[in-house]
């Protein structure tokens, strides 16, 4: 049997490099504390990705607004860099936190979407970053522009990353349940 190292995504499988790495990948989750929190069952779907993705050996962070708001259980993230932007890269050190840690590939959700992690992963593929969208671990400040943000990352063959929902993700990580026991612990 062989296994596959690509996810089932949009526009093209991801990532486009072909060979997914859980040492060189993050999930990183940004926050507004000023929208309405997921209900139950998207955080769930959420916590239950993030606790996969760890399991694998990928990064875990998230990216509060100024407010401080986090969606993670408490100790979950491997590192928070807050944002006082839309955007994670627009006055922090995320680019630095992540290329330390030698991330090459960005898996983002957000809360709303619009707000920090769309910004985010447009900043993050114009720095060179590989990166997918979950649609079913984000909310939207509104159904039309959800789903403006969702296609215009599929532009043009994927002009900034690709899409995915989480059991494309959970289907690629469990091929690495034992990465993260051979991957060093991550700094925090």
């Known amino acids: 049997m062989t296994v596959s190292q690509t996810a089932d995504s949009r526009p093209y499988r991801w990532p486009w490099h072909g060979a997914f790495t859980p040492a060189r990948t993050a999930l990183a989750v940004a926050v507004d504390g000023q929208s309405a929190p997921p209900d139950a069952t ?14 694998a050996g990928v990064v875990i962070g998230e990216l509060p607004d100024h407010s401080g708001a986090s969606v993670l259980p408490h100790g979950l993230a491997d590192f ?6 839309l955007g994670g890269f627009s006055g922090t050190d995320l680019d630095g936190v ?21 910004c985010t992963m447009r900043q993050a ?16 400040l ?6 403006g943000s969702i296609a215009s990352i599929q532009m043009s063959g994927g ?30």
């Open 42 to 55: 998207l955080r769930a779907r959420l916590i239950e990705l993030v606790r996969a993705a760890r399991g």
């Open 80 to 85: 928070a860099v807050t944002r006082p932007h």
């Open 98 to 118: 992540l290329r330390r840690r030698g991330i090459t590939d960005i898996m983002l959700a957000g809360f709303p979407f619009e707000l920090g992690a769309d």
């Open 125 to 140: 593929n114009d720095l060179g970053y590989e990166c997918l969208a979950l649609t079913d671990c984000s909310t939207g």
């Open 142 to 147: 509104a159904a039309d522009t959800f789903g």
């Open 159 to 188: 002009i900034f990353g690709v899409v995915a929902e989480s059991a494309a993700v959970l289907e690629l990580l469990a091929a690495y349940p034992l990465a993260a026991a051979a991957a060093p612990p991550h700094d925090r």
